[in-house]
């Protein structure tokens, strides 16, 4: 056992007895309250380096609505934490983000952008928005917020029907097919999109992606990055479709998570590091554009270890997620 029994214990709290070890949570928030902080902490940080709801490079010159994805988590961290103060401190994302939204519901970018083109950012923002504020009207923080939602989701729906157009989906196909991390990203923003705004054609249009995803996970259990395993992106994948599983009963996703995880974990080292070897994106000798390193993502690893135990009900991941997520800060 990598971590202490009475980890193991306290966290099989927060699961219902009547299915046993593979019983899911009472509710979202009610897990992630009772997640280790360790896990937590490290996997949705609350970094608070955002300048008036504006990402950094964004506050300096408006780039892209993907680029504030990361505020979001720190929106996560104070709904885990049950810190209003936490969340109000970053609810300006919204009013930020918004004022860069078009009327059709897509949003300005720079005309020399790079990254990802206008609907991967687009998806990339609404996928990161959706299941937080999914997560906070499953806390009990959500009467203190319901109106502010409410102001928001009107916004979020035109994103996601902007994004499920059929131009907009062709450029998915097209530029994130290749990567199953990608067509799961987009499926979980126009499904929970879905779910959280009743956008129509979204749910269906994430529906597609999801399905082509699912498809091409390995016998092994990977999801190929890049025709091949990956632990990092793997876990990329993994993440997003845990978020999905969350919120939206479908049979097919847990034994899709279990299998991925099952593979991940055998990688995982009885200290946290994860085992890059044969790797075909990360760590392994790969490395960026700009020549240097391209390492494994730790806080990512541990965001699909705890959201995989949390809608899987598997107590091993959460005992992973703490494993990885102390490597990952030892190596600062």
């Not at 490290?42 to 994805?69: E, I, K, R, S």
């Not at 199953?180 to 979204?202: E, F, M, S, V």
């Amino acid at each position: 056992m990598r971590v202490g029994l009475a980890t193991s214990l306290v966290w099989a709290t927060v699961f219902l007895c009547a299915t046993g070890a593979d019983a899911a949570p009472a509710s979202p928030a009610a897990a992630f309250a009772a997640a280790p902080a360790a896990a937590v902490d490290y996997a949705f940080p609350a970094n608070g380096t955002d300048v008036n709801g504006l990402d950094p490079h964004n506050a300096v010159a408006w780039q892209n609505v993907g680029g504030q994805h990361s505020i979001m988590d720190e929106i996560v961290n104070g709904i885990a934490h049950g810190n209003t103060n936490a969340i109000d401190k970053h609810w300006p994302v919204f009013d930020a983000s918004f004022a860069h939204e078009r009327a059709d519901g897509s949003f300005d970018y720079a005309s020399d952008e790079q990254y990802d083109g206008q609907p991967g950012a687009t998806a990339f923002w609404l996928g990161y928005a959706a299941p937080a504020l999914l997560l906070l009207k499953s806390s009990p923080l959500y009467p203190q917020y319901a109106s502010r939602i409410a102001q928001v989701v009107p916004k979020l729906g035109a994103t996601a029907q902007w994004v499920a157009q059929p131009q907009q989906m062709a450029y998915l196909y097209r530029f994130d097919g290749g990567s199953t991390n990608r067509l799961l990203q987009d499926a979980k923003a126009l499904i929970l999109g879905a779910r959280l705004t009743g956008a129509p054609g979204a749910d269906q249009s994430g529906e597609q992606l999801l399905a082509r995803a699912l498809a091409a996970q390995s016998p092994q259990g990977w999801f190929p990055e890049h025709f091949g395993p990956d632990t990092s992106y793997n876990a990329v994948s993994v993440m997003n479709l845990a978020w999905i599983a969350m919120f939206v009963n479908d049979p097919r996703l847990v034994p899709a998570i279990k299998r991925s995880m099952d593979w991940e974990m055998s990688r995982i080292g009885p200290d946290g590091r994860v085992d890059d070897a044969g790797n075909t994106r990360t760590g392994n000798g790969h490395t960026l554009s700009n020549g240097k390193p391209y390492n494994l993502n730790y806080p990512d690893i541990t965001k699909a270890l705890v959201l995989g135990s949390i809608v899987t009900g598997d107590s091993r991941m959460m005992n992973d997620a703490v494993l990885v997520a102390n490597y990952g800060r030892s190596r600062r």
